[in-house]
């Protein structure tokens, strides 16, 4: 079982930045690939960027590469999403996820790919 809460999420200008952090509990969080997810108002969810259990792999959706980075601190079973230049569309609820495996693979793109999830934080960016 594995427990993940997000925390970072707020209001911010657009062209601005926030750190999201996702704090993991339970057991095996540094062999799981990790992943930040998002819902924007009236969309399904979609991945916006993935990394593997070393951190050595990191994977991004077109609409936030450049902008967004994402890390991992496994000594302190934390995941984290850097987000600079930050624009209106990218205004959603922000979920973290676990992967039943230790590398990225394209299942891992849907929600179905994915074992456990936070709750979710929103994050309105406003122009």
């Known amino acids: 079982q594995v427990q993940l809460v997000e925390s970072g999420g707020g209001l911010v200008q657009a062209g601005g930045s926030l750190r999201l952090s996702c704090a993991a509990s339970g057991r095996a969080f540094s062999s799981r690939a990790m992943a930040w997810f998002r819902r924007a108002p009236g969309k399904g969810r979609e991945i916006v960027a993935a990394i593997s259990w070393s951190g050595g792999i990191t994977f991004y959706a077109d609409s936030v590469k450049g902008r967004f980075t994402i890390s991992r601190d496994n000594a302190n079973n934390t995941v984290y999403l850097q987000m600079n230049s930050l624009k209106p569309e990218d205004t959603a609820v922000y979920y973290c996820?676990?992967?039943?495996?230790?590398?990225?693979?394209?299942?891992?793109?849907?929600?179905?790919?994915?074992?456990?999830w936070g709750k979710g934080t929103l994050i309105t960016v406003s122009s």
């Open positions: 996820a676990a992967a039943p495996r230790p590398d990225l693979h394209p299942s891992m793109h849907t929600s179905s790919g994915m074992d456990y």
